[in-house]
């Protein structure tokens, strides 16, 4: 989800990054339904699909990885940076209010019994997705800072991203061990969730801190990428794959820990964004690509598509949930009757479907005048 503002060419892996977490933002809005089961009914189908589940957390950190690697990596236009800034704060606010609509239309029976205020008052937090907007331009605001620091004071830029890791995911690693602790030692049965231990010496209180980390950590990349390729490519997969399959595993346990915990189905999408293990298999994700270099037309057609499928697919999704619910459910649902092996395909099968829908709306509206600088 990366405005391009200029002709450059294009870099295969970034493509394949930008891929991958486009299907797993996709992914994670297909299996919604799994966070809302009852934790009574989980069963062994049920956590082989929360497990999948799991690794769709770093579908945000790699988009804001990738922005942090392009950006700082290029020149720097103020004035260009202000109108993709406002630009964006334009686009959020637009899609809001389509969103909303669309959902309104869907529910007309809801708007026929409440009334619009009742109906826009029930329906506003399904366009909580779009957070993701809100959180590019906060960045973006200080993005002039953060470029000028990187480009001259390039210890500073890193001291900067280290105190950012560590009040953002430092906190949220003792939000993490006090759940356990309070949970499994001391059973006093205490969720902790966004706890500020750092009180009224976080900077961060308010506002997605982790993305600031994510993005700087993409310009860190960038600045040591010849370093970085010239790890032996064995050295580098196998160093990816054992922190791919440690995030991955660490993203599931800390979802069952919550959801045992709290007794209720933990969303450790949600909560994950800002955990090590989400960090650590982003990190492993950026390596793992670095092995793609070859330009791919599916992987370049969706990277240029990102921030159009990001927008839209949630109201294909909220389209075919309303209209084919049931048969959606039955091929997807880990309690479905189907046995999971169909499901697991349904899964991946539907977030497919979802997504090449929402590209080709997107290269449709893309030809249309005015609203094409909406996507």
Known sequence: MIAKTTSKPRIAWIDLLETIAIFSVVLCHCTA???????SEAGIGFYLHYALRSITAVCVPLF???N????????????????????????AVFWYALTLAFLIFLHHDQLATSGLAGTISNLKYSVTHLWYLGALVCLYVFFPLLKVVYDHHRRVFLYFTIICVVITFGNTLLNNLMTFYSSFINHQGIIYTDTNFLNIFNPFRGMYGYTFVYFCLGGVAAYYIDKIQAITKKARNLVALAGLIIGWLGLFGIGYMYSKASHQIWDNIWYGYDTIFALIA???????SLNWQRDNI?????SRNTLGIYLIHMLIIYALTTWFNT?????????????????????????????????????????????RYML
């Open 327 to 371: 048969f959606i459910m039955q091929y997807t649902s880990p309690l479905s009757s189907m046995p999971f092996i169909i499901s697991f395909i349904g899964v991946i099968i539907y977030t497919a479907i979802v997504l090449v829908i929402s590209l080709n709306i997107a290269s449709i509206i893309k030809r249309v005048p005015i609203i």
């Open 298 to 302: 599916i992987f370049r057609t969706i």
């Open 282 to 288: 982003t990190v492993s994700i950026f390596l793992l």
């Open 68 to 91: 942090g690697y392009l950006l700082l990596s290029r020149p720097f236009d103020l004035k260009k940076h202000l109108y993709k800034t406002l630009r964006f704060v334009l686009i």
């Open 33 to 39: 339904h799994i966070a809302n089961m009852p934790l």
């Open 64 to 66: 804001f990885f990738a």
